[in-house]
Each structure stands twice: as structure tokens, then as C-alpha cells.
């Protein structure tokens, strides 16, 4: 039987082995560039049937978007057009059909049907600019660029629904409200398409969300304040009353916090998350959803970090030099409280990048050494250009301190092939075909002078002619038989509100154009009919930007579409809304611990939210405080306007139910909420006068400090033992205006100790600890530093010693600790006294030395059991009773997950097979 069986199925399936051909191409065939085509490899005939379909296209959409199965049978249709496409015909075969509409194409063997295809054949095509407030939609035809008129728009959701239906005027211009997910066009019976892949960019409401500092430990509360607002006419306005959910997932995107919130008058609200203990590393993900407004992300770090405790700047005397001078590179080394890093050793290596390369393509090093940082921190690095080069270079430093930290930084210059400035007397020439026209160039060197000798000119990349150049002068024929596309404009240096910029266009010959004007929205859109020669068009500056820039683009008709031919940034200056805030602090230089008063005076009433964080925090990052100044009035890198145009592949219509997201192999459990509330102050220290023991890495945050115009607010709070510079940011909120305000608050001490410690301790160790002894004064000093050690910590050396500091200087003292307990809450103090004194005292906690493992056994229980665990010595342990294997194969998963990718594929795959048989064995 199974022979028979086997021949039988051989037998059904051997005519379409050997077949091989389907309908190819795009399935909007935009006329005249486009056209349908069959491909075939075999020697076989066929037959390629096209129907005219009659139903709507936009019927056909709405089942395909709602996954429904579209019958072809069911469609009305009528043959239009019948092909053969011979036995000899290989490739790609070109099927001579070009009449506009919307057709069903069937391709058939002698074996059956091989391949069914909805095409629409077209004329029809558009561009549709997509910005905050609006969609801007330009129809035209493929066949000249020329505006279709009257043609219908559609504006449809995801699941097919006509959102929003309008015609297109006289320039083929339409401009619409809803934001659509589709956008279907249609003329006398055919269509162009488009899917918007919509970015979360530029909305009429914003949202300025904050957390205190960009990156945390396990263990310590996350801060945040978010405030909604809105843009109407350039002015933004706070958006009091609304309702907002804010979610906080970990970087395996288990929900952690879950809290609904109330914006108050001034649009904002704020909350707090502890982390736990144990959380895990990595990118923290924010989701803030704004009920019936949009939803935003936001994200921060959760990381085992040590906290750099100096930082480097890198100087050069130019920012441009020419091949052959010498770079004179200083390098400056300083604590964070402004100090400098005396005698640290300094390693830099110098990298040439040639211009034309990536940043790190073609990189040569061309110099190295090193040195030590003088009695200012500095280090003098002078580095001589090749002879002839052109490109970057760039500078690696690497510093370490007595404390044996290290901290890089890194600096590119610009480089010059020659000392040659080329400047032309004009800015653009008007040089009509045929005509001759005089140009007159400058030639000096950078500083002015000019030089003498034989200048090559270039016509569009092709060599024109070789000139004499005499005391920097350059003079030039030209006759040009073809002129391509010029453009200029005013070129002033900034546009203000209402002023009016002239743009002038020099065409070659006669074309249909697209002229726009892009920033946070499209500004200007319209359709141009160029004539041979100078085009003025005049634009004036809204008085609704905000941006500090926008960008004039070009479109002309070419090949069936339009092209961006030109672009240019036009710097502008928006009417800022700008309240004046005072903020004053009482000194410009603190000690640890102490009060600092702040005073505020505003002329409007504000909401204001206080950061401040260490500046070492922002220096391990690479990042800035947060800029609300810059977050409403935005520097454009490009245009905040999504373009698209048609789709050259209509959906897929003729697969039943489309296709479905695959189900997940096991529902994992969800985390559940940490509710644990601790300080971050340790309680571990005794309490010792001049001990500094709390350093956290936010020193002040208020989500809400409430001003008041025309009154002044004092603000007295405690610093932390932190010896730094702190970074404070203050954002202020108002009716109609904002404020904003940047201060560094620094705190030092003339004679200071700073530990050199771990980050925790491992039972059993036996290791060096040290610290370095700073003294910033202008005498040397004689001072004895000792040790403290908690219980778990012995201390294998002199617990004491004196040494001698150095004016501006610093001495390292080394200890041998032996770990023997295990105590998460040990300390290290670490005491220095002379005339001035200072203490440190740091949570170091002891770990234990035992790795987790798990036991399973799998019995029937009945009545009682004795569980002996395995021999070894044991610090903890739980049982855990279970009915199902469940649980634990989730447990596995879930861990699995977590391991990085390339280690567990055969494991995960036997995992899943084996659950796969567990629940075949259930049922």
C-alpha cells in the first residue's frame, strides 16, 4: 500500500515540477516607465489573461487592511487583454498592455492557473508632506508633472476606515486634518497608494520629560517630571487637567511601575520609582501615555558604575591649520572640583583621517608618547601636519592618577591641503547661453595677502582653461552653452518674523517644479511652472516658527517623479517667549555639608523643577543637563515633515485572513512592583565628627517649586560630603512663557582624603586598599592618616602613618585588609589630620563566597518526605514545593532569555521540544 501510495503521489506532482514562471514587476505600474511583465525559465507556453476590474479599489483595501479574504472569483471583472508569451521566451518578458485602470492579471499553463495578480496601471502619483498639524497632498501626473485636479483623496485608518475624503484643486493641492495610516488616491479608475510609517515627532502638544540624571545604580529612586504643553501661533501654553499614565518597564520590558497621574495648572506631574537591590543592568524604558493626546518613551540607565573623580579638556591655539604647521595640543587634567591633577601620567596618540573618509576609515597614527601634567594639570602636546595633507586630525588622550583611575577624551582639528582662500566677486552669476561673461576671482593665502601664479578652472568637473594669477587677480571668460539650475536668495546672514525673503530660481528650459519650505511644519508648498531663465519667488517668515532654522527644497520633474534638486538651511530668529528669571546663590564656593541659600525673582508666574546633579555623572555619560530652551526652540538637522510618495506595491489582497503575529511559546509572568522605600544615606557609620559619609549623586530635586512675579523665594538646603562641581538645572513654567537656567554649584575643601576602595569585597580576600591625601594650599603639610575597619575586615598592616604633602600636591597611603565575615553593611573610614582634618567613610560590603544552585526531585508525596540535600557547605537555602513541572520550565525560559545571543540556540530549541512533548503527554 505504501508503494502504491508513493507512485501515486509522484505521478500528481511531477507536471509542476519542472514549472517555473509569475507575474513580475511592481502592482502600480506608473506610466510610461513602468510596465508589467511575466518571468518564465522553463520551455514552457502560457497564456496571460487581464481583466478590467469594475469594484472600488477602495472596497478591495478596506477587506486586505482588515485581514478578510478577497475572492477573486466574487470580483467583477471583464477580459481586457489577452498575451502569449512562447515557448522560447525567456527572462523577463515585457507585456505591451499600457491602458490606465485596475486590472486582475491570471497567468495559466496547460497545467492550470500558475499566478494571480491585482495590478493598477497608472498615471496617477503624488507627494504628501506629513508635519504637526496638517498633511499637505500634491497629485500630479507621471507622464508630464503636471497637477491632477479633481482627483478624490482618501485618509484611511489601519483597520480600512475613510477617516477623512477630499478632491484636489486646481494645482492638485489638498491639505487635510486626520492622521491616517493609508492614503489612496483615484482618478477616472485608477489609483496610487501609500502605507505612513508615522514617526513620534513634531505634535501641536509636547511633552518636556525629565528624570533627575541620566543614569542610576541597583538600589536608588528614580525621579521624574514630565510637562505637556501646547503649540497654537508659536506661543506654547501648559495643558492643565489632564490625565496621564506612566509606566516603567526593565530592560526584559517586565512592568515594574504602573501610576496614573493629574497635570497641574502649569501642565505638569511627577512621581517617583525606587529600583530594587537586585534590579538588573541595562535600559529602563518609560512610557507615557497622555489620554487622548499621544504617547511618548523615554528611557535611562541602570548600571553598576564608579563615578570618574577627574575629567580632561582638550585645547588647541585654531581650529583650522594648514598641511606643514604644527598643532599645539594642552591638555588640562582636573578634579571635578575644579583642581588640578598634578604629576598624572598622560598617554596620547595622534591619528591623520583623510578627508573624503568615514570618521575612522583611512586613519593613520602618526604620533605618540607620554608625559605628566605639570603643578597646573597641564601637559603641552605639539604635533607638526604633513606636507600636503588634507583632512582631520585627532588626538587620544589617556590619563591616570595616583589613585591608578583612568579617563580618555579625544579631539579632532580641521587641516588644509595649502594656505590658498579662493573668492569670487559675486555670489551667483546670471551667464545666459552663448553669451561671454567676465569673472573676476580673488586668490590670497588665509591672512589676506595675495599670491601669484597659475590657477587651473574647472567647468563641471571638466578642466576649462589654465590662468595667470597676478597679485591675487583672476580673470576669467566664460561662454557656456547649456545652463544647468541656479538658485540664490538674499543671503543674509538671518531671517526675523515678517521680514521676506526673495528666492531666485535660474532655469535652463521650461519644467514643472515643487517649490516647499520645511521646519517643524511645511511652511510653504507650491507648484511652479519654471520658465527658461530667472524665477523670483518671495516667501515671508511666519510669525508661528519656532524653530532657529528652516530648509528651502526644490523638487523638479524628472523620470516619472519629482527629485529633490536643491536644499539649503534658511537661519531664522522665532519670537521666543522667554520669562526673566534671577537666580542667585549666596557664595561661589562651598564646603561639604554645607547650607546653600538660593534667591528667585521672576516677572511671571512659574512652575519651576530643580536638578542637580553631580557633574561627574554627566561627564561618564557624555551628556548635558536636559535644554527646555532648545526642546521648544529646536535646532533643525532636517526638516520635522515626513514625505512620502506612492507606493510602487498595492497591499496584498489575495492571501485569506493575511498574515497573523505567531503566538508566544509561554506566557511569562509578569514582575511584580518593588514597593520598597529606603534612603540612600546608609546608616552603617557611626556618627563621627567631620566624617563625610553621604554622597549621593542627586543633591536636590524639587518637581514643583511654585514662583510667584515680583516676589522673591529663598531656598536653603544642605550639600551632600561630595567633594565636586554639582550641575544645576532649573526649568520654569508659565502661562504663556518659559524660563530656564544653568548653574554650577561648586564644593571643595583645601585638604581633602579620597579613597581608593572596590566596589565590594569578596569573602576570603586578601587585597590593597589605599587613598590619596590632597592638599590644596600653598604650604606643605605634615599630617597622620589612619584607618577604621567593621567588623569582617582585618587589617593585615600599620593602621597609621604620617607623611608629608606637598603645596598643591597629593601622597598615597596603602593598606592590606584581609576579608574574613560576610557583611553587606561594612565601612572603611579613613581619617587625615594636621592642622586642617578630614574623614571618609564608605559602605564597601562584604559578599559572600557561594554560588546559588538549585536541586530538583520529582516524587509523589504522600503523607511526609525526607529531602537530603547534596554534601557541601551551605550559607541559605529555601524549598520550594511545586504541582507541575510549569514552573520551573518558565523559570528556565525566562533565564535563558537573558543569556546573550549565540549561546543558547540548541538549548532553547531542545527546551521548547521537550515542553512541546510534556504537552502532548498532557493531553
Same mark, same amino acid.
Given at each position: 500500500?505504501?508503494?502504491? #501510495?508513493?507512485?501515486?503521489?509522484?505521478?500528481?506532482?511531477?507536471?509542476?515540477?519542472?514549472?517555473?514562471?509569475?507575474?513580475?514587476?511592481?502592482?502600480?505600474?506608473?506610466?510610461?516607465?513602468?510596465?508589467?511583465?511575466?518571468?518564465?525559465?522553463?520551455?514552457?507556453?502560457?497564456?496571460?489573461?487581464?481583466?478590467?476590474?469594475?469594484?472600488?479599489?477602495?472596497?478591495?483595501?478596506?477587506?486586505?487592511?482588515?485581514?478578510?479574504?478577497?475572492?477573486?472569483?466574487?470580483?467583477?471583472?471583464?477580459?481586457?487583454?489577452?498575451?502569449?508569451?512562447?515557448? *522560447?521566451?525567456?527572462?523577463?518578458?515585457?507585456?505591451?498592455?499600457?491602458?490606465?485602470?485596475?486590472?486582475?492579471?491570471?497567468?495559466?499553463?496547460?497545467?492550470?492557473?500558475?499566478?494571480?495578480?491585482?495590478?493598477?496601471?497608472?498615471?496617477?502619483?503624488?507627494?504628501?508632506?506629513?508635519?504637526?498639524?496638517?498633511?499637505?497632498?500634491?497629485?500630479?501626473?507621471?507622464?508630464?508633472?503636471?497637477?491632477?485636479? %479633481?482627483?478624490?483623496?482618501?485618509?484611511?485608518?489601519?483597520?480600512?476606515?475613510?477617516?477623512?475624503?477630499?478632491?484636489? *484643486?486646481?494645482?492638485?493641492?489638498?491639505?487635510?486634518?486626520?492622521?491616517?495610516?493609508?492614503?489612496?488616491?483615484?482618478?477616472?479608475?485608477?489609483?496610487?497608494?501609500?502605507?505612513?510609517?508615522?514617526?513620534?515627532?513634531?505634535?501641536?502638544?509636547?511633552?518636556?520629560?525629565?528624570?533627575?540624571?541620566?543614569?542610576?545604580?541597583?538600589?536608588?529612586?528614580?525621579?521624574?517630571?514630565?510637562?505637556?504643553?501646547?503649540?497654537?501661533?508659536?506661543?506654547?501654553?501648559?495643558?492643565?487637567?489632564?490625565?496621564?499614565?506612566?509606566?516603567?518597564?526593565?530592560?526584559? /520590558?517586565?512592568?515594574?511601575?504602573?501610576?496614573?497621574?493629574?497635570?497641574?495648572?502649569?501642565?505638569?506631574?511627577?512621581?517617583?520609582?525606587?529600583?530594587? *537591590?537586585?534590579?538588573?543592568?541595562?535600559?529602563?524604558?518609560?512610557?507615557?501615555?497622555?489620554?487622548?493626546?499621544?504617547?511618548?518613551?523615554?528611557?535611562?540607565?541602570?548600571?553598576?558604575?564608579?563615578?570618574?573623580?577627574?575629567?580632561?579638556?582638550?585645547?588647541?591655539?585654531?581650529?583650522?591649520?594648514?598641511?606643514?604647521?604644527?598643532?599645539?595640543?594642552?591638555?588640562?587634567?582636573?578634579?571635578?572640583? %575644579?583642581?588640578?591633577?598634578?604629576?598624572?601620567?598622560?598617554?596620547?596618540?595622534?591619528?591623520?583621517?583623510?578627508?573624503?573618509?568615514?570618521?575612522?576609515?583611512?586613519?593613520?597614527?602618526?604620533?605618540?608618547?607620554?608625559?605628566?601634567?605639570?603643578?597646573?594639570?597641564?601637559?603641552?602636546?605639539?604635533?607638526?601636519?604633513?606636507?600636503?595633507?588634507?583632512?582631520?586630525?585627532?588626538?587620544?588622550?589617556?590619563?591616570?592618577?595616583?589613585?591608578?583611575?583612568?579617563?580618555?577624551?579625544?579631539?579632532?582639528?580641521?587641516?588644509?591641503?595649502?594656505?590658498?582662500?579662493?573668492?569670487?566677486?559675486?555670489?551667483?552669476?546670471?551667464?545666459?547661453?552663448?553669451?561671454?561673461?567676465?569673472?573676476? @576671482?580673488?586668490?590670497?593665502?588665509?591672512?589676506?595677502?595675495?599670491?601669484?601664479?597659475?590657477?587651473?578652472?574647472?567647468?563641471?568637473?571638466?578642466?576649462?582653461?589654465?590662468?595667470?594669477?597676478?597679485?591675487?587677480?583672476?580673470?576669467?571668460?566664460?561662454?557656456?552653452?547649456?545652463?544647468?539650475?541656479?538658485?540664490?536668495?538674499?543671503?543674509?546672514?538671518?531671517?526675523? @518674523?515678517?521680514?521676506?525673503?526673495?528666492?531666485?530660481?535660474?532655469?535652463?528650459?521650461?519644467?514643472?517644479?515643487?517649490?516647499?519650505?520645511?521646519?517643524?511644519?511645511?511652511?510653504?508648498?507650491?507648484?511652479?511652472?519654471?520658465?527658461?531663465?530667472?524665477?523670483?519667488?518671495?516667501?515671508?517668515?511666519?510669525?508661528?516658527?519656532?524653530?532657529?532654522?528652516?530648509?528651502?527644497?526644490?523638487?523638479?520633474?524628472?523620470?516619472?517623479?519629482?527629485?529633490?534638486?536643491?536644499?539649503?538651511?534658511?537661519?531664522?530668529?522665532?519670537?521666543?517667549?522667554?520669562?526673566?528669571?534671577?537666580?542667585?546663590?549666596?557664595?561661589?564656593?562651598?564646603?561639604?555639608?554645607?547650607?546653600?541659600?538660593?534667591?528667585?525673582?521672576?516677572?511671571?508666574? #512659574?512652575?519651576?523643577?530643580?536638578?542637580?546633579?553631580?557633574?561627574?555623572?554627566?561627564?561618564?555619560?557624555?551628556?548635558?543637563?536636559?535644554?527646555?530652551?532648545?526642546?521648544?526652540?529646536?535646532?533643525?538637522?532636517?526638516?520635522?515633515?515626513?514625505?512620502?510618495?506612492?507606493?510602487?506595491?498595492?497591499?496584498?489582497?489575495?492571501?485569506?485572513?493575511?498574515?497573523?503575529?505567531?503566538?508566544?511559546?509561554?506566557?511569562?509572568?509578569?514582575?511584580?512592583?518593588?514597593?520598597?522605600?529606603?534612603?540612600?544615606?546608609?546608616?552603617?557609620?557611626?556618627?563621627?565628627?567631620?566624617?563625610?559619609?553621604?554622597?549621593?549623586?542627586?543633591?536636590?530635586?524639587?518637581?514643583?517649586?511654585?514662583?510667584?512675579?515680583?516676589?522673591?523665594?529663598?531656598?536653603?538646603?544642605?550639600?551632600?560630603?561630595?567633594?565636586?562641581?554639582?550641575?544645576?538645572?532649573?526649568?520654569?513654567?508659565?502661562?504663556?512663557?518659559?524660563?530656564?537656567?544653568?548653574?554650577?554649584?561648586?564644593?571643595?575643601?583645601?585638604?581633602?582624603?579620597?579613597?581608593?576602595?572596590?566596589?565590594?569585597?569578596?569573602?576570603?580576600?586578601?587585597?590593597?586598599?589605599?587613598?590619596?591625601?590632597?592638599?590644596?594650599?600653598?604650604?606643605?603639610?605634615?599630617?597622620? @592618616?589612619?584607618?577604621?575597619?567593621?567588623?569582617?575586615?582585618? #587589617? #593585615?598592616?600599620?593602621?597609621?602613618?604620617?607623611? @608629608?604633602?606637598?603645596?598643591?600636591?597629593?601622597?598615597?597611603?596603602?593598606?592590606?585588609?584581609?576579608?574574613?565575615?560576610?557583611?553587606?553593611?561594612?565601612?572603611?573610614?579613613?581619617?587625615?589630620?594636621?592642622?586642617?582634618?578630614?574623614?571618609?567613610?564608605?559602605?564597601?560590603?562584604?559578599?559572600?563566597?557561594? /554560588?546559588?544552585?538549585?536541586?530538583?526531585?520529582?516524587?509523589?508525596?504522600?503523607?511526609?518526605?525526607?529531602?537530603?540535600?547534596?554534601?557541601?557547605?551551605?550559607?541559605?537555602?529555601?524549598?520550594?514545593?511545586?504541582?507541575?513541572?510549569?514552573?520551573?520550565?518558565?523559570?528556565?525560559?525566562?533565564?535563558?532569555?537573558?543569556?546573550?545571543?549565540?549561546?543558547?540556540?540548541?538549548?532553547?530549541?531542545?527546551?521548547?521540544?521537550?515542553?512541546?512533548?510534556?504537552?502532548?503527554?498532557?493531553?
Amino acid at each position: 500500500m505504501l508503494k502504491k #501510495l508513493t507512485i501515486v503521489f509522484f505521478l500528481i506532482l511531477w507536471p509542476f515540477l519542472g514549472l517555473s514562471a509569475f507575474i513580475t514587476g511592481p502592482t502600480v505600474i506608473k506610466l510610461p516607465h513602468d510596465s508589467l511583465g511575466v518571468y518564465k525559465d522553463d520551455e514552457e507556453r502560457y497564456l496571460l489573461f487581464i481583466y478590467k476590474v469594475k469594484n472600488s479599489y477602495l472596497e478591495i483595501l478596506r477587506k486586505s487592511l482588515r485581514n478578510e479574504t478577497v475572492y477573486y472569483r466574487d470580483l467583477d471583472t471583464e477580459l481586457a487583454a489577452s498575451y502569449v508569451v512562447g515557448e *522560447d521566451e525567456q527572462g523577463r518578458v515585457d507585456i505591451p498592455f499600457m491602458v490606465p485602470g485596475l486590472y486582475l492579471c491570471v497567468l495559466k499553463s496547460r497545467y492550470g492557473v500558475e499566478d494571480t495578480v491585482l495590478v493598477t496601471i497608472t498615471n496617477l502619483d503624488f507627494m504628501v508632506f506629513i508635519d504637526e498639524r496638517k498633511i499637505h497632498l500634491f497629485a500630479f501626473n507621471t507622464r508630464d508633472g503636471m497637477p491632477v485636479k %479633481r482627483a478624490k483623496v482618501y485618509l484611511i485608518d489601519s483597520e480600512g476606515n475613510v477617516l477623512e475624503k477630499a478632491v484636489t *484643486d486646481d494645482n492638485g493641492m489638498v491639505v487635510m486634518n486626520e492622521m491616517p495610516d493609508n492614503i489612496l488616491l483615484e482618478k477616472d479608475g485608477t489609483y496610487a497608494y501609500t502605507r505612513l510609517w508615522r514617526r513620534v515627532s513634531e505634535k501641536p502638544s509636547k511633552l518636556f520629560f525629565i528624570t533627575d540624571r541620566p543614569v542610576y545604580r541597583p538600589g536608588h529612586t528614580v525621579h521624574f517630571r514630565g510637562t505637556i504643553i501646547k503649540k497654537e501661533g508659536g506661543i506654547f501654553t501648559p495643558l492643565k487637567g489632564r490625565k496621564v499614565s506612566v509606566t516603567i518597564r526593565d530592560p526584559n /520590558f517586565n512592568e515594574l511601575f504602573l501610576e496614573n497621574f493629574e497635570t497641574n495648572d502649569f501642565g505638569g506631574f511627577w512621581g517617583d520609582y525606587r529600583l530594587s *537591590d537586585t534590579a538588573p543592568v541595562g535600559i529602563y524604558r518609560i512610557e507615557i501615555d497622555m489620554k487622548g493626546i499621544g504617547k511618548y518613551k523615554h528611557s535611562f540607565l541602570v548600571e553598576e558604575y564608579r563615578k570618574p573623580e577627574y575629567k580632561i579638556t582638550i585645547e588647541t591655539d585654531k581650529d583650522e591649520y594648514i598641511s606643514g604647521d604644527v598643532i599645539r595640543y594642552l591638555i588640562n587634567v582636573s578634579y571635578f572640583n %575644579r583642581q588640578p591633577v598634578v604629576n598624572a601620567e598622560v598617554a596620547y596618540y595622534v591619528y591623520s583621517n583623510p578627508e573624503g573618509f568615514w570618521y575612522d576609515e583611512g586613519s593613520k597614527m602618526v604620533y605618540y608618547g607620554v608625559g605628566y601634567t605639570d603643578s597646573n594639570g597641564n601637559i603641552e602636546v605639539p604635533v607638526r601636519i604633513r606636507e600636503g595633507f588634507d583632512g582631520w586630525y585627532s588626538i587620544n588622550v589617556i590619563a591616570v592618577d595616583t589613585s591608578q583611575r583612568q579617563v580618555e577624551e579625544t579631539k579632532r582639528v580641521r587641516v588644509h591641503a595649502d594656505d590658498v582662500s579662493i573668492n569670487f566677486d559675486k555670489s551667483f552669476y546670471d551667464i545666459p547661453p552663448g553669451v561671454p561673461s567676465a569673472i573676476h @576671482v580673488t586668490i590670497t593665502d588665509l591672512k589676506g595677502r595675495p599670491l601669484n601664479g597659475t590657477a587651473t578652472v574647472f567647468l563641471n568637473d571638466t578642466i576649462y582653461g589654465k590662468y595667470q594669477v597676478k597679485d591675487g587677480d583672476l580673470f576669467v571668460d566664460v561662454t557656456l552653452e547649456e545652463v544647468d539650475m541656479y538658485f540664490r536668495d538674499k543671503d543674509k546672514v538671518k531671517y526675523y @518674523v515678517g521680514d521676506e525673503m526673495t528666492i531666485t530660481v535660474i532655469s535652463p528650459r521650461k519644467m514643472p517644479a515643487l517649490l516647499t519650505i520645511l521646519g517643524v511644519e511645511t511652511y510653504y508648498l507650491k507648484f511652479v511652472h519654471l520658465k527658461e531663465g530667472t524665477n523670483i519667488f518671495k516667501f515671508t517668515i511666519p510669525g508661528r516658527i519656532v524653530e532657529n532654522n528652516l530648509f528651502f527644497r526644490f523638487y523638479t520633474y524628472e523620470r516619472g517623479t519629482y527629485w529633490r534638486k536643491k536644499e539649503f538651511k534658511i537661519p531664522v530668529v522665532p519670537n521666543k517667549k522667554l520669562a526673566r528669571l534671577s537666580v542667585i546663590l549666596d557664595r561661589g564656593k562651598y564646603e561639604p555639608g554645607e547650607k546653600v541659600k538660593i534667591v528667585f525673582n521672576t516677572d511671571t508666574d #512659574l512652575d519651576v523643577t530643580i536638578s542637580m546633579v553631580d557633574e561627574a555623572i554627566y561627564s561618564m555619560v557624555g551628556k548635558k543637563p536636559p535644554d527646555f530652551e532648545k526642546f521648544l526652540y529646536p535646532d533643525l538637522k532636517e526638516p520635522h515633515v515626513e514625505i512620502y510618495n506612492g507606493y510602487r506595491y498595492l497591499p496584498y489582497a489575495n492571501i485569506p485572513g493575511g498574515n497573523k503575529e505567531r503566538e508566544r511559546l509561554l506566557a511569562l509572568m509578569k514582575k511584580k512592583k518593588d514597593h520598597m522605600f529606603l534612603s540612600e544615606k546608609d546608616e552603617g557609620v557611626a556618627a563621627k565628627i567631620n566624617v563625610r559619609e553621604y554622597f549621593p549623586d542627586t543633591a536636590l530635586w524639587i518637581p514643583s517649586l511654585p514662583l510667584r512675579a515680583g516676589t522673591s523665594v529663598e531656598l536653603v538646603f544642605s550639600l551632600p560630603d561630595t567633594i565636586t562641581t554639582w550641575k544645576m538645572g532649573i526649568y520654569g513654567i508659565g502661562g504663556k512663557k518659559m524660563a530656564q537656567k544653568f548653574l554650577d554649584v561648586l564644593v571643595t575643601k583645601d585638604f581633602y582624603v579620597r579613597p581608593i576602595l572596590p566596589t565590594f569585597f569578596r569573602e576570603g580576600d586578601k587585597m590593597e586598599i589605599g587613598a590619596v591625601v590632597n592638599n590644596a594650599t600653598d604650604q606643605a603639610t605634615k599630617a597622620r @592618616v589612619w584607618i577604621d575597619l567593621s567588623d569582617g575586615l582585618n #587589617l #593585615l598592616s600599620e593602621r597609621s602613618t604620617e607623611v @608629608v604633602i606637598p603645596p598643591h600636591g597629593s601622597v598615597s597611603i596603602n593598606w592590606w585588609v584581609g576579608v574574613s565575615g560576610f557583611d553587606e553593611s561594612s565601612t572603611v573610614t579613613i581619617y587625615a589630620a594636621s592642622s586642617l582634618k578630614d574623614a571618609v567613610a564608605l559602605k564597601v560590603p562584604i559578599k559572600a563566597f557561594a /554560588f546559588k544552585r538549585e536541586f530538583y526531585r520529582l516524587l509523589i508525596l504522600n503523607g511526609s518526605e525526607i529531602l537530603r540535600l547534596p554534601d557541601g557547605k551551605k550559607r541559605e537555602g529555601y524549598v520550594r514545593s511545586l504541582e507541575s513541572l510549569k514552573p520551573i520550565i518558565q523559570d528556565s525560559i525566562k533565564k535563558l532569555i537573558k543569556y546573550p545571543y549565540g549561546c543558547t540556540e540548541q538549548t532553547m530549541s531542545s527546551e521548547q521540544r521537550s515542553y512541546k512533548t510534556l504537552l502532548l503527554s498532557a493531553l
